[in-house]
């Protein structure tokens, strides 16, 4: 048939390209770039994407991933920040000004080792994995801060103040372990995966750039990709739910939060693949607990933008470079802008085709 070659690269292609691309993932992001606690969540969007449900090759892989991030937030999420930095009285009833704002960027470097068994788990092939990160984040805040002190006695006194001040961290983020499980059945792929935030990394509340979250974290989800060899259509998305522990440091506690991550792709041949991705996220409950001056505070984000992924041999091993981005839209109490990912994945390569034998001539 003239697609066999092509739909057996492609089969090959889905063996080892889903390390790539299911694995480039993030979760300790710069403290400043999304949101819950002043803008901040353990989940980063765009954590899954294309051909997340798919099966892997048994054996290590290990990704590596340049992140940047350029976000801004209006009077909300500054001042919410201004909260948690204690620069705000206890006494003081704010208004918001418009001209109060955050800007945030950050770079950083993640290494993702995975290993996948080939002993199947519960029917299907189990995986685990651990996100690490190093990078460099900035952030600055300025503008006037306005309302009224209240007194000890219930009399009231005009308050206004200008800031402008930043920060700049470098260091190590949050150490983030995932397990995932995945199911194949002809073009139709399932996964399930639970991760979680070991809050490591660098992180002080009285900063406002920080790498790590500052408190604990639970995600988890399931996912489903549809992959069709002969016509090189892919699609995913992977719906998940982070519950928040408390951050001991401001005793605020992030809601429930909602999140779901899709990638759309063409496979041009079996070596190049063209597309999109997205997200949404939105937080479900309401922050709460001791230190919650800001109430609700409940937020979300919706992003869109291209991809394109290359394979490629690395001696023995197969090599995946892929390149997304996204720009943001539709943020309420969260920083929005851009971000981009830039993937490089090392995975065994997927096994060649059984020798052909020839059949025995006998003469009689």
Same mark, same amino acid.
């Given at each position: 048939?003239?697609?066999?070659?092509?739909?057996?690269?492609? #089969?090959?292609?889905?063996?080892?390209?889903?390390?790539?691309?299911?694995?480039?993932?993030?979760?300790?992001?710069?403290?400043?770039?999304?949101?819950?606690?002043?803008?901040?969540?353990?989940?980063?969007?765009?954590?899954? @994407?294309?051909?997340?449900?798919?099966?892997? &090759?048994?054996?290590?892989?290990?990704?590596?991933?340049?992140?940047?991030? $350029?976000?801004?937030?209006?009077?909300?999420?500054?001042?919410?920040?201004?909260?948690?930095?204690?620069?705000?009285?206890?006494?003081?009833?704010? #208004?918001?000004?418009?001209?109060?704002?955050?800007?945030?960027?950050?770079?950083?470097?993640?290494? %993702?080792?995975?290993?996948?068994?080939?002993?199947?788990?519960?029917?299907?092939?189990? $995986?685990?994995?651990?996100?690490?990160?190093?990078?460099?984040?900035?952030?600055?805040?300025?503008?006037? =801060?306005?309302?009224?002190?209240?007194?000890?006695?219930?009399?009231?006194?005009?308050?206004?103040?200008?800031?402008?001040?930043?920060?700049?961290?470098?260091?190590?983020? !949050?150490?983030?372990?995932?397990?995932?499980?995945?199911?194949?059945?002809?073009?139709?792929?399932?996964?399930?995966?639970?991760?979680?935030?070991?809050?490591?990394?660098?992180?002080? $509340?009285?900063?406002?750039? #920080?790498?790590?979250?500052?408190?604990?974290? %639970?995600?988890? +989800? +399931?996912?489903?990709?549809?992959?069709?060899?002969?016509? +090189?259509?892919?699609?995913?998305?992977?719906?998940?739910?982070?519950? #928040?522990?408390?951050?001991? $440091?401001?005793?605020?506690?992030?809601?429930?939060?909602?999140?779901?991550?899709?990638?759309?792709?063409?496979?041009?041949?079996?070596?190049?693949?063209? @597309? =999109?991705?997205?997200?949404?996220?939105?937080?479900?409950?309401? !922050?709460?607990?001791?230190?919650?001056?800001?109430?609700?505070?409940?937020?979300?984000?919706?992003?869109?933008?291209?991809?394109?992924?290359?394979?490629?041999?690395?001696?023995?091993? &197969?090599?995946?470079?892929?390149?997304?981005?996204?720009?943001?839209?539709?943020?309420?109490?969260?920083?929005?802008?851009?971000?981009?990912?830039? /993937?490089?994945? %090392?995975?065994?390569?997927?096994?060649?085709?059984?020798?052909? /034998?020839?059949?025995?001539?006998?003469?009689?």
């Amino acid at each position: 048939m003239a697609h066999e070659p092509f739909n057996r690269g492609l #089969n090959a292609l889905l063996k080892y390209a889903g390390a790539g691309l299911s694995i480039a993932m993030l979760a300790s992001l710069p403290g400043v770039a999304h949101a819950d606690e002043g803008g901040v969540s353990f989940w980063v969007p765009g954590f899954f @994407g294309s051909l997340a449900a798919t099966p892997l &090759q048994p054996g290590w892989s290990v990704a590596n991933i340049y992140y940047h991030t $350029s976000v801004s937030a209006g009077a909300d999420v500054a001042r919410a920040r201004e909260f948690t930095l204690n620069r705000v009285p206890a006494n003081l009833t704010v #208004n918001a000004n418009l001209n109060l704002k955050i800007n945030a960027t950050g770079d950083l470097g993640f290494v %993702i080792p995975t290993y996948v068994f080939a002993t199947p788990v519960l029917g299907g092939q189990a $995986s685990v994995s651990l996100l690490g990160a190093y990078g460099v984040v900035g952030t600055s805040l300025a503008g006037t =801060l306005s309302g009224v002190l209240t007194g000890p006695f219930g009399g009231t006194v005009p308050f206004a103040r200008s800031d402008t001040f930043s920060d700049t961290t470098w260091g190590f983020g !949050d150490l983030a372990p995932v397990f995932q499980l995945r199911w194949n059945a002809g073009v139709h792929n399932y996964m399930t995966y639970i991760m979680g935030d070991i809050p490591v990394g660098a992180y002080e $509340s009285t900063r406002l750039s #920080n790498i790590g979250i500052g408190h604990a974290a %639970i995600d988890a +989800g +399931g996912g489903y990709t549809y992959f069709n060899p002969q016509t +090189g259509h892919e699609f995913s998305g992977v719906l998940g739910f982070t519950y #928040n522990f408390i951050n001991n $440091s401001t005793q605020y506690k992030n809601g429930v939060d909602m999140h779901f991550d899709w990638g759309a792709s063409q496979f041009l041949s079996k070596q190049v693949m063209v @597309g =999109l991705v997205g997200y949404v996220y939105k937080e479900l409950g309401c !922050d709460s607990g001791s230190g919650d001056r800001v109430g609700c505070f409940q937020s979300q984000v919706v992003g869109v933008g291209p991809q394109i992924g290359f394979l490629f041999p690395v001696g023995d091993m &197969q090599g995946y470079l892929n390149f997304k981005a996204y720009g943001e839209f539709a943020a309420e109490n969260r920083p929005s802008g851009w971000n981009t990912w830039v /993937t490089f994945s %090392i995975s065994p390569p997927a096994p060649g085709a059984p020798p052909t /034998t020839k059949p025995v001539v006998r003469k009689y």
